[in-house]
């Protein structure tokens, strides 16, 4: 009896009221009897739920409901629908032969294999309408009423009184059974299979979508035509949305987060055919070990973005639904269930399937976020398993930037302006970041949000810790795996950045995010975290980081030296301070005013040399005499305050870091230097450490103001003697070792304070060693040492041969400057036996069993020795013996040569002689003489009268 109803329309009950005027309108067919085939009655039918379903053609809502109900009744056995199962005949017999007619078994068949090759254009075309019946009323799915008409009852998701109502159309259906889903809520297996059978139709055919047709039809004819099957063409939209090729609309769009919505693929992502089919293989290898449909799918396959395992397509596929799926914070359901109830307290979301059209896209998420890194003071307010959800979120997102909807927004003119060639996976946050200054004020406030953001969690950063995964597991593993990360583990990072297990990738984007903290002091988690009341007190309205540091380091430092009783910047500030400068010695690009004065030294003299290690700023050193006089200046200043901190000069105390622990572990770090240059020839010395103290002195030895002990020690003696020296010299220029050479002159007239001469002695017994340390006989005897003492000069370990040599080669050295200062040095080892460390050597033995009790200092000890030379009863070391001699022999030279310059000299020549004795025996003997001389001559030249006595 079905069957024949089903036949005629005419015997369907008020169908032919409903439905006459519009077939006559439509011209569907003929309603006189006599006029029609007996196969055309559903051809009728078919043209008017074609009609029905084409939003461009209008059918009366008495017939509209008909046709619903008409096709409701047929949902059952597909003969019934008269077009469809004339049109798919064939295909039924070639794909669903062995189902069983009945309770919609068959349709649901042919729908599975709508898209396959061999099925027939005209059944592919009656399926569609009979899908798009099922968009506008569930019940015309069989199958889907008969599974989920309990579910709907309980969750109270259709009405009685209207069964055409918006709560029957399949989307709304969806919808209010997902959210219960979400919620928590028990729904039967059974009604969710039908519905993941719906939902995955949605997605694999837009025309089953009214709003994407009517909304998207420019898009898709321009774009995306030709791309039907297989949910391709929501895909290309999809690809449109994210700005990859064209544009999309904002109706388009916002028609596109419906449907992603009604479907929800994020709870299964078989529900994309497009990214399942594109996907199958990443799943299989990198997410075997979760079960088939599980939510976390997509986050694996995020996780394993531009890894190896991923292919070019899924990438695409997968980007493409994440990028809809980041904008409603509710289609992931893993977020949603963990989160549902704080977002709902905090940020007073509604449910699952309300949205507010005043929320803009990601306004909840950022909501949860913010709550998610507040500090322990502001009360951490998010739970546990809601927090942790947030961190995966976010490290998954920072893998593209479309994925962020508000930096998107905000930044589309900053990223076209300033990013347009930076397309590679993470370069385009990085390039916002670097022309932070320059971006719009919303994007430079939501990039500089971000940027605080990864600063206390740089896990965010997946890229980087993929490429820093060897360091994080060799020497952070600790903290990668703390939940609450508060910047540990980018300061981790900075500290083994130099690590052999450091890659070029990781150390390059370690950098860059230390570059980026430069801006501003907020993207220095820890120390802005420690240091952010001190900076509100006393260095308010400074932004940048490094100008931030120098204000605080300055406040501590004038603190220190004025002996104030409390210190103005805290001990927890202080300290986080200590940690910022010494990281900002490793790489002179973290330091901005250095690196701009140096930028074009830096490219004429350092171009090969690599940023880090402090190689730049090393460079920069070893061509000082070369600089601009900005850079030259800068240089110095840095030089000024490592020689007072070396602990801030990096590369001393990376080369010397072991022999520091070994022989400068109890001393300040302020004295580490003075401590190494006293075990500088330690028999377990590293040479390269060795070889580092000495290029220090030799810095330090040109220039007193680079030499603190010496500086505090001579304050005094410094303007009192030298200060002809200090005028003559230009502002901005280096003193080229003078001021040293003034003070060890008057070291040789023993003129100096003992705190100074102290300090003198030490330098002219080290510089007595090794020649380089003394800058003015560097300068004025470079030809003779090459030609004279070339080989000596070439010894990898200096002893004081060259300086020997050219005492011994002084009647060969034809340069009066060059002379001057080897006579400086005869006259320096006649004051001191112990700056003569040849001449010391040889009479080491003499000095101990002649000379025991004589102080050292003030040339005792050497006079005591020529007083023994000159004794014939005493026999001297042969080696010593030939050693004075040849000493006096130079000095007899030194004096025809040199003669005393006024009566200072004079007096110093004659205390320092050998025979000073005699010499003053002379001139006792010449005063007594010129006395009774005088007494004699006055008493007869100018006698006196007995007379004028009287008078």
Known sequence: MTAIIFSDYQLICGFMDSCKSDINQLKCGSIRPGEKDVHSQGEVVSCLEKALVNEEKIISQNCKKAILRVAELSSDDFHLDRHLYLS?????????????????????????????????????????????????????????????????????????????????????????????????????????????????????????????????????????????????????????????????????????????????????????????????????TACKHIRSGDPMILSCLMEHLYTEKMVEECEHRLLELQYFISRDWKLDPVLYRKCQGDASRLCHTQGWNQTSEMLPPGAVFSCLYRHAYRTEEQGRRLSRDCRAEIQRILHQRALDVKMEPGLQERCIIDLGKWCSEKTDPGQELECLQDHLDDLAVECREIVGNLTELESEDIQIEALLMRACDPVVQMYCHELADNQIDSGDLMECLVQNKHQKEMNEKCAVGVTHFQLIQMKDFRFSYKFKMACKEDVLKLCPNIKKKVDVVFCLSTTVRNDTLQDNKEQRVSIKCRKQLRVEELEMTEDIRLEPELYVSCKTDIDKYCQNIPFGNAQVVECLKDAKKFLSSHCHDKIFKLQETEMSDPELDYTLMRVCKQMIKRYCADSDSKNVLQCLKQNKNAELMDPKCKQMITKRQITQNTDYRLNPVLRKACKADIPKFCQSVLNTVKDGKELEGQVVSCLKMKYADQRLSSDCEDQIRVIIQESALDYRLDPQLQIHCTKEINTLCGEEAAAQEQTGQVEECLKINLLKIAREACKREVLNMLQESKADIFVDPVLHAACGLDIRHHCASILPGKGRQMSCLLEQLEDKTVRLQPDCKKRLQDRQEMWSYAAKVAPAEGFADLAYQVMTSPSKNYLMGLLALGVCVLFLLGMTCGRITKRVTQELKDR
């Open 88 to 284: 798919c005949r064939d295909d039924r017999e070639r794909f669903c032969e062995d189902i069983q007619g009945g309770e919609g078994r068959v349709y649901k068949c042919l729908f599975n294999h709508k898209f396959e090759d061999a099925m027939s254009d005209q059944c592919r075309e009656a399926l569609t309408t009979r899908q798009k019946l099922i968009a506008q009323d569930y019940k015309v799915s069989y199958s889907l009423a008969k599974a989920c008409k309990n579910d709907l009852r309980k969750y109270r998701c259709n009405t009685d009184n209207l069964p055409r109502a918006r709560e029957a159309r399949l989307s709304y259906l969806l919808l209010c059974l997902e959210s219960s889903v979400h919620r928590g809520r028990q729904v039967s297996g059974e009604c969710q299979g039908e519905m993941l059978d719906y939902r995955r139709m949605l997605m694999e055919d837009f025309s089953l979508s009214p709003e994407i047709i009517l909304n998207c039809r420019t898009e898709i004819e321009l774009h995306c035509s030709g791309l039907h099957r297989k949910g391709r063409t929501l895909h290309c939209l999809m690809r449109l949305g994210r700005g990859d090729k064209g544009s999309l609309g904002q109706n388009c769009q916002q028609a596109l987060q419906t449907l992603i919505q009604e479907t929800d693929p994020g709870a299964d992502y078989r529900i994309d055919r497009a990214l399942n089919e594109a996907c199958e293989s990443v799943i299989q």
